[in-house]
C-alpha cells in the first residue's frame, strides 16, 4: 500500500470526491471557500470553478457540460463552461442555520443529498432525494449533519451517517421508487480516538470505506457490517473519500485545511491535501451521473 499526495491545495475544507470515468477526471470540492477542483488521475491540468458560497457536494449531469451543486442554502445547476447558476429548489429556507451538506447520485440517476445544522449541535437537518424530474422528497429528519450517503452494489441498501450519532445508518432502498425504509444500525463507529462519521464510497466487494475525521483513519466495513480494515492517513481530519483512476483502484481521500469550530483539533503540515491510497487491492464502482 501507498499513499501519495496528489494535490497539496490546502483546501479549507476538502470534501466529496467525485471521479467521472466518462471524462477520466476527479472532482473534489472546498467546502469552506465555495471552489471545485478538477484533476486526472494523477493531478495534473488542475482547474478550478467559484461558486461564491459555502458547497455541500456536487454530481455531475448526465450531459458532462453541467453539475448539480449542494450550495448553502439550495441545490443548482452550475454550468461548467460558463460558471453560471441557476436555482433548482431551496429546501430549507425557514432554518438560515443550516445548510446544505453531503450527497450522490443513486443508481437510477437521482441526487440523494442532506442538510447540517451549522453549530453541528441542533437536530434540525434532514435527507433528501432529488428526482430526475427535479421533485423533492424528505427520506428522514432529525438529523445533526448528513454524511456519506453512498448504495450497496445492487442499489437496494442506502448508508449514511449523522456524524455525531456513533453509528451508520443502513436503509432498504426502493431502487424503482426511491423510497428509503426500515432505518437500522449498520455499524457502530469507534469514537474513543475522537474520530466520527464523515464521508463514506462502496466497492465493488460491497464492503463501505468510511473517513473518520478527527480520527486520521480510513475503515472498510463488510456487507455485514464487522470492521476489515483499518488504514492510518497521514492527517487526522480525512473527510471523504471515493474510488477513481482508470482501473477504479485507487481510493482518493480528501483533507481538512483548518477545523470548522475551535472545538475542532489542528493537524499536521500535509492538512487540506488531496490524497491517493493505492495497492489496496480492491476496485470501486462508477458513479453515476444525475438525470433519466
Excluded at 96 to 104: Q, Y
Excluded at 178 to 184: I, L, P, T
Excluded at 187 to 201: E, H, L
Amino acid at each position: 500500500m501507498q499513499i501519495d499526495i496528489v494535490a497539496d491545495l490546502k483546501t479549507t475544507l476538502g470534501e466529496g470526491p467525485l471521479w467521472d470515468v466518462g471524462q477520466q477526471r476527479l472532482y473534489w470540492i472546498d467546502s469552506f471557500d465555495g471552489r471545485i477542483f478538477r484533476c486526472t488521475a494523477d493531478g495534473r491540468e488542475l482547474r478550478a470553478w467559484e461558486v461564491g458560497q459555502k458547497i455541500g457536494s456536487m454530481a455531475l449531469r448526465r450531459d458532462g457540460r453541467s453539475a448539480l451543486v449542494a450550495l448553502h442554502g439550495g441545490v443548482h445547476t452550475l454550468d461548467l463552461e460558463s460558471g453560471e447558476l441557476e436555482l433548482v429548489v431551496a429546501p430549507e429556507p425557514h432554518l438560515p442555520g443550516n445548510r446544505l451538506n453531503d450527497g450522490k447520485v443513486d443508481r437510477q440517476g437521482r441526487f440523494v443529498f442532506g442538510s447540517m445544522d451549522t453549530l453541528e449541535e441542533q437536530s434540525s437537518a434532514r435527507l433528501y432525494r432529488l428526482d430526475t424530474d427535479l421533485s423533492l422528497h424528505v427520506l428522514d429528519e432529525g438529523i445533526i449533519c448528513s454524511n456519506g450517503p453512498c448504495w450497496s452494489p445492487d442499489g437496494t441498501t442506502l448508508y449514511f451517517s449523522d456524524t455525531w450519532s456513533g453509528e451508520i445508518r443502513a436503509y432498504d432502498y426502493d431502487t424503482a421508487t426511491g423510497h428509503a425504509s426500515g432505518r437500522r444500525t449498520f455499524a457502530p463507529v469507534d469514537t474513543s480516538g475522537g474520530g466520527a462519521a464523515d464521508g463514506a464510497t462502496v466497492d465493488a466487494e460491497g464492503c463501505l470505506w468510511q473517513a473518520l475525521v478527527y480520527a486520521g483513519q480510513l475503515v472498510r466495513y463488510t456487507p455485514d457490517g464487522r470492521v476489515d480494515r483499518v488504514i492510518e492517513m497521514p492527517v487526522r481530519k480525512v473527510t471523504s473519500v471515493m474510488f477513481g483512476g482508470p482501473g477504479l483502484d485507487t481510493l482518493y481521500v480528501t483533507s481538512m485545511g483548518k477545523p470548522p469550530l475551535p472545538r475542532f483539533p489542528g493537524d499536521g503540515q500535509s492538512r487540506g491535501a488531496l490524497f491517493a491510497v493505492k495497492g489496496l487491492g480492491v476496485r470501486g464502482l462508477p458513479e453515476q451521473r444525475f438525470g433519466a
